[in-house]
């Protein structure tokens, strides 16, 4: 996990001198999305709940970014901070109830949540400027470093996502990370062990809406521009095909699914302009059939064979195999998510 | 009072068509566990295929027996090829695979039928006629009664003949079910024939209201999975009932309580989820489902 963190903040850093302006641009989607894929991945992957609606939090810290920077004149770096505390306490209430609710009704609570929000969006029109939007100010480059607006704001997600990273990473190796685990893998037998299951289920819910509304607040300081309808419930779709195909059960998942999400559109665009979607939907289904634990989960399958040949040529155990081992374990609590049963 | 029972006339009516898909998404629910997201694109793409036909000159109702039965058969084909192999899969893969039919679905109308409005003819006259203090136009009493009309005969399939009991009986219990002889897996896929069949016939009695485009089921599938939620998921009659409901909640809330209005119509539907779920979370007729640990 450390390396990999380091493998992608190092190439992350180095690799604005090589991009041009609209690819900076892509890829700080990628990494903003990543960043709710994260949110996404801690509640699905870990914790075993659904979300169709996170496309709702996402809009909460957009709106909650763009109201204070333009009406309030507050600095974006307090936005993002406010959007990220908002986003936690909205979803923590959210999630009170949603703790009731098994897999596929949450999953439907939360559909409708998804397609509710432009029109709440359009209804507060005082606040959001209805359907006009707002227009946001692109941050302006502090110190007087010499990059222009698109690579600060690279920078800036970049930087994010790699302290979210580390949060998550860290959040779900400790105390609270195993118990929401094993919420996810027998909720009865960790109600029974001690853990709060009510209560660390909505935390979840918030944790994750958190992560998400950070992503929705540096999503409009790069766009620059929301507006109802970029919120609709194909944005919560979107969050959730990327979480799946990245891998849910896994934090590296989010940065595949943030790229998934990004460019597969541009690319189904390419191979068909009159139904993008359409191909979307239907990489969609074959990687359900495939690849059910996503990227991640691939990868990780990969290096575990590869680790076992190894292991097989020099039979004393090493700790390859110990980490082909823990590979293994966590595929395995991955597929009782997604793939197959046991 | 006569305004009063006159929105509840008409929420009826509308409802009816709430009605029909929450039966549609009951119907999968019970024979196959599954929730699925795709059942209002589909209702829209066959509406489309109905649209088609009456546009090359069809008469009405000779378009509507065609596109229920080719919904049909879209179902049965869809359950068989896209499904089935995930059919053991857990809950989330098979939510993502009903979502990928969304997407498709959805694109696929835009593509062919382009995302201008375009007007879907109704059977029935909007001549409106009295009933005591109220009336009710022809229009509505004909969507109303055809969903009506559409739920007794699910309701006698399922209650009263053998291929409805086999289904029945493959829901209570597939492996009991096989060994007595009855092919499970085509059982599932009679299931999403039939829900797309509902669905269909939701579509083309919701088409003149909202007019036909690719997105016009999205606000309707919310309605149907309220009035699914608030009747019980696992109760055909309820999910009905609960449609009815809808229709009248949402005319009533519509007209009496004027800070939502038309613009929060979805927030209602999200509204009644989350109570039915806070207060009932099995719904107003649903079982608790028991299950041994």
Redesign the interface.
Known sequence: MRLGLLLVAGVGYLLPAALSSYQTFEFTQVFIYAVALLGLNIL?GYNGQ?S?GHGAFYAIGAYTTAIMTTRWDIPYGWAIIAAGALSLVVGFLFGL?AL??E???L???T???A??TP??L??FDTWTGGSQGIVLDKPSVPLGLPISADQYLYYLSLTVLVILLLLAHNLLRGRAGRAITAIRDNP?AAEAMGVNAALYKSLTFGVSAMYTGIAGALGALAVAFVAPDTFS??LS?NF??GS?VGG?ASISGAIFGGAFIEFVPTYAQEISR?????I???T??IF??VM?TGVAGLIRRVAAALARSMASEQPAPDSQTAAAEAAEGNRGSAR??????D | MAALLQQIVSGLSTGGVYASLALALVLIYQATGV?N?AQGEMAMFTTYLAWTMINAGWPYWAAFAATLAIAFAAGVLIERV?IR??E??????I???S??????F???A??IYTYTVKPFPSPFPSTPINLGPTTISLQDLGVGGVSLFVLVVMYVFFRHTTLGLAMRAVVENPVGSRLVGIRVGWMLALGWGLASLVGAVAGMLVAPLVFLEPNMM??IL?YA??SA?LGG?NSAGGAVLGGFLMGVIENLVGTYVTFIGT?????V??AV??LT??IK?TGLFGRVAVSR?
């Open positions: 699905i659904f169709l109830p009731r609710f897999g596929l009704y999953a439907l609570a559909f409708a949540l397609l509710a029109q709440v359009k209804y009865i419930a194909f779709i959730l095909v799946v849910v009159a139904a993008p979607w359409a979307f939907g239907l969609l289904i359900m059939y059910p009782a998510v997604l793939g197959k049963p | 929730v997201f896209i192999p995930v053991n899969a857990p809950v989330l893969t939510v993502m695979v979502i990928g039919l969304l997407t498709i959805n694109s696929i835009g593509w999205s606000g919310i999975f309220a939620t998921f613009e929060l119509k979805l927030t539907a999200l989820i989350l779920l806070l979370p640990v």
